[in-house]
C-alpha cells in the first residue's frame, strides 16, 4: 500500500527549553487513505508533532515525507494548501460567508469561479447542510456543530490528499460530538483521505482512528490498530491509558459480522409446519428463522405458533425487531441482545439477508480472543 | 408591533427635533441667518476652508495612522508597540488648543513657519492620528488567533492573512477610531484660525471678541453641521465597506 505520510526520528525542542524534547525520535508510516488518530496525556507532544507536518511549527531534527516528498524541500506555502487544515477552534473567517470561506483555498490555487462554487455545493452537501440555506450565510449565524462541519469542507476545498484535525470535535458536546464523528466516518467512507488526528479522549482515538499513535512525554509508546492495541497493550502505561474496561471498548470496535455465528438454520416461509416442528424438535431449539426465497427476514415461529393450523408457515410466521445490520457494533448488539425477545440476534445485510445470529456466548468467545 | 418599535424612534427623533427647533431659533434670533445671508460668498469661502482643512488632515491621519497601527502589529515591530502605544496614548490626552499651541511654538524650531494653513494642517493632523493608530493596532490585535492560525495553516501568506482576515475583520474598530478622530477634528479645526488656518473659527472668534452672538453662530451652527454630516457620512461608509458577518447586529436590524 502507499505510504502517504511518513515521519523518520522527528524531534522537536523548543528554544529556551532545551532539556525538554517536546517530541523525541518520532517514527511511522501512515498508509493512504487511514486515519491515524495521535493521542496521549496533555502535554505529550501531540499537537506539536501534528503542526510538524505541515510546517507551522518547524522541527529539530528529522524527517518528514508527504507522498513521498520531503517537506523541508517544499515551498512552505504551497506544502499547506495541499493539507487540509481543521483546528479544535474552528477557526472560520467571520468577514466572509460560508462559501467564501470554503473558496479560500480553491481561489488561492487558482481555480475559476465556476468550479469553485460547485465545489462548494457538493461540500455542503456532503456534510448535509442545504447550500442554497448555507452557501451565503455568515459563521456567527451557525451552531458550533454546524461550523465545525463548515471547517471540515473547508479543508476538504481543494481536495487534499491529507488533512490534519487538531481536536476538531473537542469543543463540542458530547450528543453532537457523537453525531459529528458518525458523519465524519461517513464522510471518509467516499473521501478516503489520509488524516491525522489529534485528540485527548481516547474513546475518540479507538473510534475514529485506522491507527492509532499513543505518546508519552514525546516518546511514541505503541502504534498499532485500536484492536490491536485494546488486546495486546505494549506496557502498563498503555494499559492504564486505555482504561479498565479495555475489553468492553472492544465491544464498540468490533462488528457483529466478526462475532457472529454465520449460516443459521432458517426455514422458507413455505415450508409445512409439520416439517418446522421436526426441525425444532430434531434441533432441540426453541424458534426457528424464517426466510422467504430471497433468504430475507420475516420472523420466527415457535411450538406456540405452530400450534395454530396453517398450510404454510409463512401464515404463522411472528414478526421480531431482534435483527442488527451485520456492521453495527457489538456494544449496540449487545444491548439488542438484552432488549429484545429472543435472547439472541439476527444478523442481517442491508436488504435485510439473514447472514448469521449472535449470542451473548458468541460475544464472550470473540473478547477471549 | 408597529406601536412598539415605534415608540424608541419617537424616543430618538423628538429630543433632537426640539434641539434643533431651538437652535434654529436661536440662529435667527441672534441675526445669525441675516448675517450669513449678507456674507454669503465669505461663508461659503469660510466653509470651505473649514472642509479642506478637516478633509486633509483626515485623509493625512487615515493613511498614516492605519499604516503605523498596522505596522506596529507586525512582527520585528512587535517589541516596539507598548512603547508607541504609551506615546500615543500621552499623546491623545493633549487637549485641542494644546495641540495647535505647539504648532504654533515647535514649528519654528524646525524652521517652518508657526502661522498659516500648513502649520494649522499639521497639528490637526497630529491630533487625529492618535485614535486611529490607537484602533488600528488594537482592532488588529483583537482579531482571534484561532482565525489566523486557521489561515496560516491554509497556506496564507503574510500579505493574504493582512488585507483578507486582519483589516476586513479589524475594521469596524477601525472605523471607530476614523468617526472618533473626525468628530474632534470638525470641532478643533476653528482653533485653526488662531494660527491663522483660516475656516469658520473666523466668525466664531470674531463673534466673541465683538460679543456678537450673532456673529459667533453664525460660524458655530456650521460647524455643527458639519460635524453631524461627517459622522453620519461614516456610519453609511462603515455599512458598505464592513462585511455583514462582523458588523454590529443594531445596524443589520436598522437596515
Known amino acids: 500500500m502507499n505510504i502517504m505520510l511518513k515521519l523518520e526520528n522527528v524531534t522537536k525542542i523548543y528554544p529556551g527549553a532545551e532539556h525538554i524534547k517536546a517530541v523525541d525520535d518520532l517514527s511511522f508510516d501512515l498508509p493512504e487513505g487511514e ?10 507532544g501531540k499537537t506539536t508533532a501534528m503542526k510538524m507536518i505541515n510546517r507551522l511549527i518547524p522541527m529539530t531534527s528529522g524527517k518528514i515525507y508527504v507522498d513521498g516528498q520531503n517537506i523541508n524541500r517544499l515551498d512552505t506555502i504551497e506544502l499547506r494548501r495541499n ?36 465545489r462548494a455545493e457538493s461540500l455542503l452537501e456532503l456534510i448535509n447542510l442545504p447550500p442554497e440555506e448555507f452557501m451565503d450565510r455568515y459563521p456567527r449565524e451557525l451552531s458550533g456543530g454546524q461550523q465545525q462541519r463548515i471547517g471540515v469542507a473547508r479543508a476538504m476545498a481543494a481536495d487534499p490528499p491529507i488533512m490534519l484535525m487538531d481536536e476538531p470535535f473537542g469543543a463540542i458536546d458530547p450528543i453532537n460530538r457523537e453525531h459529528l464523528q458518525n458523519e465524519f466516518l461517513r464522510i471518509q467512507e467516499k473521501v478516503k483521505k489520509t488524516i491525522v488526528f489529534v485528540t485527548h479522549d481516547i474513546d475518540e482515538a479507538i473510534k475514529m482512528g485506522d491507527k492509532i499513535c499513543l505518546l508519552k512525554a514525546g516518546k511514541l509508546v505503541q502504534f ?40 443459521p438454520v432458517v426455514i422458507m416461509q413455505g415450508a409445512s409446519p409439520a416439517k418446522a416442528k421436526a426441525m425444532l424438535d430434531d434441533l432441540k431449539v426453541d424458534h426457528l428463522i424464517v426466510v422467504d426465497e430471497e433468504k430475507r427476514l420475516l420472523g420466527y415461529v415457535n411450538h406456540q405458533a405452530l400450534q395454530k393450523e396453517a398450510e404454510e408457515i409463512g401464515k404463522v410466521t411472528r414478526s421480531t425487531d431482534s435483527f442488527m445490520l451485520a456492521s453495527s457494533s457489538l456494544k449496540d448488539g449487545l444491548s439488542e441482545i438484552f432488549t429484545h425477545d429472543l435472547g439472541y440476534l439476527i444478523v442481517v445485510d442491508d436488504d435485510k439477508k439473514v447472514l448469521g445470529v449472535l449470542d451473548t456466548e458468541d460475544i464472550r468467545e470473540i473478547l477471549r480472543r | 408591533m408597529e406601536g412598539r418599535s415605534l415608540t424608541p424612534i ?4 423628538i429630543p433632537a427635533l426640539i434641539t434643533i427647533a431651538i437652535v434654529a431659533w436661536l440662529y ?21 476652508e473649514h472642509l479642506l482643512l478637516v478633509i486633509i488632515s483626515m485623509a493625512a491621519a487615515v493613511t498614516v495612522g492605519v499604516g503605523l497601527g498596522t505596522l506596529m502589529t507586525r512582527k520585528g515591530f512587535d517589541r516596539l508597540s507598548p512603547a508607541l502605544m504609551g506615546v500615543v496614548n500621552i499623546w ?47 482592532g488588529i490585535q483583537a482579531v482571534s488567533k484561532d482565525v489566523i492560525e486557521a489561515a496560516t495553516g491554509m497556506g496564507m501568506n503574510q500579505k493574504q492573512i493582512l488585507f483578507r482576515i486582519e483589516l476586513p475583520n479589524a475594521l469596524p474598530v477601525i472605523m471607530g477610531g476614523i ?43 456650521p460647524v455643527a453641521l458639519i460635524a453631524m454630516l461627517a459622522d453620519s457620512a461614516l456610519a453609511r461608509t462603515e455599512k458598505i465597506v464592513v462585511s455583514k458577518g462582523i458588523q454590529a447586529e443594531e445596524y443589520q436590524v436598522a437596515m
Open chain 1, 35 to 44: 486515519i491515524c488518530t495521535v493521542v496521549g496525556p496533555s502535554g505529550c
Open chain 1, 83 to 118: 493539507i487540509g487544515y481543521v483546528i479544535q477552534n474552528i477557526g472560520l473567517f467571520p468577514n466572509m460567508t460560508i462559501a467564501e470561506n470554503i473558496a479560500v483555498v480553491p481561489k488561492m490555487k487558482g481555480w475559476d469561479k465556476d468550479r469553485i462554487i460547485e
Open chain 1, 224 to 263: 498499532d490498530a485500536p484492536e490491536k492495541m485494546l488486546t495486546e497493550p505494549a506496557n502498563d502505561f498503555v494499559r492504564d491509558f486505555l482504561g479498565g474496561d479495555r475489553t468492553l471498548k472492544r465491544l464498540n470496535l468490533l462488528k457483529l459480522k466478526a462475532a457472529m455465528r454465520p449460516d
Open chain 2, 10 to 13: 419617537l424616543k430618538k427623533i
Open chain 2, 28 to 48: 435667527k434670533f441672534y441675526g445669525a441667518w441675516a448675517y450669513t445671508i449678507k456674507n454669503l460668498a465669505e461663508f461659503f469661502r469660510l466653509t470651505l
Open chain 2, 92 to 138: 491623545q490626552s493633549v487637549p485641542s488648543l494644546g495641540v495647535i499651541a505647539l504648532a504654533y511654538g515647535f514649528l519654528p524650531l524646525l524652521g517652518m513657519s508657526g502661522i498659516g494653513v500648513v502649520p494649522a494642517l499639521i497639528a490637526l493632523f497630529f491630533h487625529a492620528v492618535a485614535p486611529i493608530v490607537r484602533n488600528t493596532y488594537a
Open chain 2, 179 to 221: 468617526r472618533t478622530s473626525t468628530a474632534i477634528i470638525v470641532g478643533t479645526a476653528p482653533l485653526a484660525f488662531l494660527i491663522g488656518g483660516g475656516g469658520l473659527g473666523f466668525w466664531i472668534f470674531t463673534g466673541i471678541a465683538l460679543m456678537d452672538m450673532g456673529i459667533m453662530m453664525a460660524g458655530a451652527v
